[in-house]
């Protein structure tokens, strides 16, 4: 399963209402640990895409889930799971660290 961009308006579709847990990338263009941190997302994604969704929300695009989560600084990450958020990352972490988290929560 590939990455996917989501507006305001699919958030609940996509993330409150998955079947599998989700990891939500909060980002924006000009961010560039953001950007850094992309390839690594692309990766989980298609590596565990069976067991999680990745999906990222542009914060400049998008600012009622941003303000809804209080994102203060990106990138930062939200595990979603049943519907609610259930661990919260920050910073362009190490793809390890990424996986063991979303691991934790499956």
Known sequence: MSLMNITDSQFDTEVKS???PV???FWAEWCGPCRAL???LEEIA????ESIKVVKVNVDENKEIAQNFAIRSIPTMIIFKDGSDVETL????PKEEIVSKIQSHL
């Not at 298609?46 to 895409?49: D, I, L, R, T």
């Not at 920050?90 to 972490?93: H, K, Q, V």
């Open 38 to 40: 992309g390839p690594k």
């Open 90 to 93: 920050m910073g362009n972490l």
């Open 23 to 25: 990891l939500v990338d």
């Open 18 to 20: 998955a079947s599998t």
């Open 46 to 49: 298609s590596e565990m895409g």
